[in-house]
């Protein structure tokens, strides 16, 4: 929540919900694809190596562990110690900002030194790019410390 007001107090009010939009989205599809991957693995663990479960099908075994890994999360959101979800979204807020900022130094530096010349990005490609680096970075630092996250 933190993120999201300090994204409202440099410009309009209404950034901070678009902010908050933004980072439902990104939890959404990550959450999906985490899911996904803890489901279709435990699936085709339990068919290989659990004695008798290859009487049912894969694509249940994986639904079964889906629906499970939901109904887990579900419980954790409603009946977690006080704050749970906030948290969530704010850890969830910090640590997609800094991923993003770090992908985009990774991406100027091996754009720019391990491709070869005649592919390597123009320089209006590397200046959008180094603006998102100092975008996501700055504003994640900003909200750390107008918020009190930092330490004095």
């Known amino acids: 929540m933190a993120m999201s007001g300090s994204f409202a107090s ?3 009010p209404a950034l901070g919900g ?5 980072i ?15 489901s279709r693995g435990r699936a085709d663990m339990t068919y290989h190596f659990v ?11 994986y639904g079964g562990f889906l ?25 969830l807020a910090f640590l997609s900002a800094f991923a993003m900022g770090a992908y985009c130094i990774v991406l100027l530096l ?3 030194r391990l491709l070869p010349k005649p592919i390597r990005p123009e320089i209006w490609t590397n200046l959008i790019i180094g ?3 100092v975008f996501y970075l ?3 630092f900003y909200s750390l410390f107008a918020y009190g996250v930092v330490l004095n």
């Open 110 to 112: 091996v754009n720019n």
């Open 131 to 133: 603006f998102g680096a």
């Open 67 to 91: 629906w499970g890994v939901i109904l887990w999360g579900i419980c954790i959101l409603l009946w977690a110690p006080a704050d749970g979800s906030a948290a969530i979204l704010d850890l």
């Open 10 to 12: 440099v410009g309009l």
């Open 51 to 61: 004695p008798g479960a290859e009487r049912f099908h894969r694509s249940h075994l």
């Open 18 to 22: 678009v902010f908050l939009g933004f």
């Open 24 to 38: 439902a989205l990104i939890g959404l599809n990550a959450t999906i694809g985490l899911f996904d991957s803890f």
């Open 138 to 140: 700055g504003m994640l």
